[in-house]
Nanobody, 130 residues
């Protein structure tokens, strides 16, 4: 019932910035935990950053901590991932996902190998090169 669409990807040089957006439709995002995941060719999908419905529980992968910021605007039914100081190793397809997690836990809610989110966007390419 929930439909997610990502936008804002593209090609940037190392050190550059991008802001990814996730637009939801079909129902409100108010009660959903939101996650940003990424997958590079030949690599497993990894959780980048996740945020619970109250914005009180947050997770950032060690590789992006201090560079990326997750946010949400429930009134606009949107979520965002601001990515700063991008590096070539950040190159991947980025996905927005959402799920009605019963009890979000910071160090588990973004574990791509453990948590299977119900709703996913189509993915957007982020390429860092130069």
């Amino acid at each position: 019932q929930l439909h997610l669409v990502e936008s804002g990807g593209g090609l940037v040089q190392p050190g550059g910035s991008l802001r990814l957006s996730c637009a939801a439709s079909g129902t409100t995002l108010d009660d959903y935990t939101i996650g940003w995941f990424r997958q590079a060719p030949g690599k497993a999908r990894e959780g980048v950053s996740c945020i619970d419905r109250t914005e009180q529980i947050l997770y950032y992968a060690d590789s992006v901590k201090g560079r990326f910021t997750i946010s949400r605007d429930n009134a606009k039914n949107m979520a965002y991932l601001e990515m700063n100081d991008l590096q070539p190793e950040d190159t991947a397809v980025y996905y927005c996902a959402a799920d009605l997690l019963s009890r979000p836990i910071a160090h588990l809610m973004c574990d791509a190998q453990l948590i299977e989110y119900t709703y996913w966007g189509q993915g957007v390419q982020v390429t860092v090169s130069g």
